[in-house]
Each structure stands twice: as structure tokens, then as C-alpha cells.
């Protein structure tokens, strides 16, 4: 699913932490002993670093680092869905994490092998259940919860592996989708979301306001959350929710355990 | 069985002079077994490829599977045919001789130059036979680890085998942590299953049924159970193939004929093919050493030492693993290296696990897979670069 995502490098440093929802009443605080959401100096810039991979190119994906920036130097990290592991080479490289993955693409495992990557064929729906409690300090889990089979259950795993949390998942609250089924009475096929209905891999699709309220429901704590717009901008902090929910086309969740 | 006709020649006796480096152990070093006997004087018969760096960080033990010998990469002394892993290791093959100094031992309990049944004990002079301690994968490991003691070797850079080889390389990231930087056991399990056992059971009873077995002594007679073996051996091949594997080689198609004899000759090419790999087998191989080697894998269970919990046979290991199955193996299906992996990753190892899609069943390891070998090379030149290895 990493394919779905292809967010143009824009500015290194967005500043965009929510600091308390409305509506709903959720509260979205800091993350302990963080005094901004991207941290560190220069180093989180968007060059590349020397043990990037080829493919790769010459610039990191801004969504990954959104997610690197929220990962604490040096923690133990599991990357459920990690693709060509460029988001696993980007922690190790630039955070010294101890990462290791879960890819279903064969080629993917093989790719992340010769990075010296540690990841394992599987398959988030039937994996997460074999690793033991409290295995990580975090289990990301990037734009891959929609197409879970049991997106409750791999998310009470991933917070049950995991301290912390990150997902990151593609809005279908966002204004061009309501369009397109509001008024053109269709399924929504954007840059983003290729597929078309009856060959989509996306079987659960959520709105941010739902993922916020399973969050709810399964107790997880709202950490810090983060909106994108169509362009791969963040979407300003101080809008309301329903905002959020209009023109963010993608959503970065920082996760904990209550 | 009439067609199991004995090939002439008989095999050169490679079990005291192997035609392979040898390294002979006396009295004053014992190889103590699991099964409490201690055997001294012993030896263990090894090849080698390649050449040892000077910071001797570039060893890579391969362990050799249930019929296989040291004979990986070079040509068989007693069939002629090429080295069983010679698609791997070589020359700029994924395990790169140009850069790895490459061992295999055969195993104890083995024909080809190590201490095993064929043997002669050293007490009465004659063959071990069933005299023959029972040994475990433990104990080939156990030897394994005094050879490259005798080499100089104090740790490896990679151990790495397939089926019964690949719980050798389970066995030693459990009993050397310290002495293994990266571990690739391929199409194996951290335990026998039940399955298995009865197929080595059935491979077992064909041998003893043979009336040249003569109660595992048949040295002494001139004679050796061929028919037996071969049987053993036919019952086992059918195990290492899958059944769309045996369609597509074979299919229903006559051997050398248009239609059926009406007699038990061979009318299927599928006969033809099961009963040469019988005939040919016999010709390599000492049937006490299948009794014995079967046996060893039988017993393997590797969490049995760790409390019944196999994480903890890997508890605070810091051995890069690699696992590979396959998709068509039903003998050590993928569910068995995933049984590993999360033992492993219970015990927060470094493990990378690839499935890897092949319809040749438990074979596929040592035939042409190229997502093997990208698996192999990829994850061996990452951990090269890890450990400094030009």
C-alpha cells in the first residue's frame, strides 16, 4: 500500500500539533519529553543519507518522515507493512532504531533483506496475533489499516505489541470523495486511491472522525495527530475537526496504550 | 522388487579413509554424546573452499541434510556427480567463495569419513554397527563446534543449511550464541513432526526387514541391504517432491512403452524414476548410517532443552537469523519456520523470514531457485557489511 501514498516533499518543517479536539471532546496532548512533533536538527532534512537504497532517489518520502519524526531515538520499532523497508532504512540510519518489519510482498522481504533489514513474510490480519506483549515501543501501521480484514483487531494488536502506535491512512472523509459519491454518485478514484471498486485491496475505508471514535472505543490515547491535505500539506491546527475531516486527505495517528 | 537388481560396483569405503580432509581425535578428546556414551578416539571428515581472512571472521559452516555429505561444491568421490549445494557456493554464487571460507562436516553418526556405524570401533576392530551409539543433532554440533576448534576458528560468520542441516544451524545459534554472527536455517523446523517420524520410521523398518541387514552387522557377511535401503530411500524421495511436482515430471506416462504390461514392471516413468533413485542411493550410502541419522532428526526437538518454551533457546541471542521455507514443502512446511520465527521474535531476535514460492516441495532447496538465491546473497551481503567483511 506504500504505493498509494505519494506526498510531494514540501516543507521540511510543518508545525501542525493539535493540541485538544473539539466536538468530540478528545484530547490530544504531547507526547511525553517532546517539546515540538518533529524533533532534531538539520539531520531530519530531506536529503538522503548514504545508506539509502537506489531506489530510493534522492529525496525521502515526506510522509515517512512525519512518521520518523514521531519515533524516539534508539526505541525498538515493528513497521507492520514496511514494503521496500525504505521507512525501517530511514529510522536505522537517521534515529539508530532497532527495527524490524512485516511485509506480505515477497519481492518487498527480499528487497529489505539485502538492506540488511530484519522482516518477515506475513500478514497483518493473522501475524500481529503471534507477537507478545509490550515487544516494542512502537508498531507503525502505514496505509495499511484500510485494507485489513479486521482493522479493530489489528489495532487493539498493534497497541497491545506496542507502547505507542502510528497509522497513517488515507481520509475517505475528504471533500473530492464526498463529491464524487455525494454528487456524481460514484466511487471515488483519485491520485491516491487508484483502484477501482470491484479491484481495490481497500475494504475498510475510514473517515478521520471514524478512526477518532475507534480510537475511542478501544481506549486508545490520541497522542498526536497530524492532517495532510491533496498537496501534502498539513491542514492548520487550528481548524475544527470537521475540517480536518473535509481537507485531510491523509491522517498521521500517534497512538498509546490507556 | 525383482527390478532393484545390485549395481556392480561396490562403494569405496570412505568411512575410516575418507578422501576428504579428516580431523582425528584421540582418547584424551572425547566426543560425549547426548545419549551418555562417549566416543574416543573419533574423527570428522570436512571439506573446505575458499581461503580464511586473516581476522578469521569469513567462516561459513553449511550443514549438510539427512543424505547429504561435505561434498557441497566439488565432485562426489564415489558417484562423480557435482557437489549438492554447488548452485549456491562458488565462485561469485550467493555463498561467494572468493570471499567466505566455506566448511562442511559430515555429520557424526555419517558414512563419508566421520565417526559413524560403518566405522571400525576401535575396541573389536570390526565395524560399529548397531553398536553404534545413538546421536542427536546436538552431538553433530557438538562435533562440528570441536573441529573448528582445531581449526582455529573461534566464530562464524554464518552457519547455514537446509532440512536437517537447517536444524544443525538452529541448534547451534542455541548452543554457541557467541560463536554464530548470522544464522539462515532453510526449509526446516526447531522440532520433528509426528509425520515425519513415521516416514523415517517406515524408511527404517524397510531396512531392518531385508534379511542382508542381518541385524545391522552385514559387514562382517559380504552383504549389505540394498533392497532394504533402497525401498527406505524410495519411500523418502516420494516425501522430498510434492504431488504437482510429480504430475509435471511425470504425469501418468509409460516408461519406455505405449501401453501397460500387465505385470509389476515398472510402466510408469514415476516406478522408473523412484526405483534409479533407490539403485543409485544404495551405492553411496551405509544403511546403518540412514538408521542412525533418521533417528538423530526423530529426536530433534529443540524447546525440549529449553523448558518446552523455544524462545528461550534463542533468550538475549545476538545472531542476525534468516529463515527461507517453501511454498510446496509438506515436509517442513512454512508453518514450522514460522513457529521459529516467532519463537525468535518472542525472544526479540534480528529474523527476516522469506516464503518462498516453489512447486518442487522440499527438494526446492537444492535445486534452482532463484528467490533463494537472491534471499541468500541479499541477506548475506548485508550482514558482510555488518561485520566488516570485504
Known sequence: ?????????????????????????????????????????????????????????????????????????????????????????????????????????????????????????????????????DAFDYVILSQTIQATRQPRAVLENLLRIGQRAIVSFPNFGHWRIRYDIGLRGRMPTTENLPH??????????????????????????????????????????TMPWWVWNLFGEQAVFLLRRR | MAQLQPVATEPLNQADDPSSPVERFGTDEPLPLDAGAVLAPWQIAYQSYGTLNAARSNAVLVCHALTGDQHVANAHPVTGKPGWWDTLVGPDLPLDTERYFVICANVVGGCMGTTGPASTNPETGRPWGTDFPLVTIRDMVRSQAMLLDRLGI?????????SMGGMQVLQWAASYPDRVFAAMPVATGARHSAQNIAFHEVGRQAVMADPDWRGGRYYEHGVRPRKGLAVARMGGHITYLSETALHRKFGRRFQDREAPTFTFDADFQIESYLRHQGITFVERFDANSYLYVTRAMDYFELAADYGGVLAEAFRGTKTRFCLISFTSDWLFPTRDSRATMHALNAAGASVGFVEIESDKGHDAFLLDEPGMFTAVRGFLDAAARARGIA
Open chain 1, 1 to 133: 500500500m506504500s504505493e498509494a501514498v505519494r506526498l510531494r516533499p514540501s516543507r521540511a518543517r510543518p508545525s501542525f500539533e493539535r493540541e485538544r479536539a473539539d466536538g468530540d471532546g478528545e484530547s490530544i496532548g504531547r507526547p511525553q519529553g517532546a517539546s515540538s512533533t518533529l524533533r532534531g536538527g538539520g539531520g531530519n532534512g530531506l536529503g538522503p543519507t548514504p545508506a539509502e537504497s537506489p531506489e530510493r532517489g534522492g529525496e525521502s518520502r515526506l510522509d515517512l518522515l512525519l512518521v520518523a519524526d514521531m519515533v524516539e531515538p534508539g526505541s525498538r520499532v515493528l513497521d507492520v507493512g514496511c514494503g521496500d523497508g525504505a521507512l525501517l532504512a530511514l529510522l536505522r540510519d537517521r534515529r539508530q532504531v532497532d527495527g524490524r518489519g512485516i511485509e506480505i510482498s515477497r519481492e518487498n522481504v527480499s528487497r529489505c533483506l539485502a538492506k540488511g533489514l530484519p522482516v518477515i513474510q506475513g500478514d497483518a490480519d493473522t501475524d500481529l496475533a503471534d507477537y507478545p506483549n
Open chain 2, 154 to 162: 573461534e566464530s562464524l560468520f554464518c552457519v547455514i543449511g537446509g
Open chain 1, 196 to 237: 477501482s471498486w470491484y479491484e481495490t485491496p481497500n475494504i475498510h475505508f475510514c473517515t478521520i472522525r471514524d478512526f477518532v471514535g475507534l480510537c475511542r472505543d478501544i481506549g486508545a490515547k490520541m497522542e498526536k495527530a497530524i492532517a495532510l491535505n491533496a498537496g501534502g500539506q498539513p491542514v492548520r491546527v
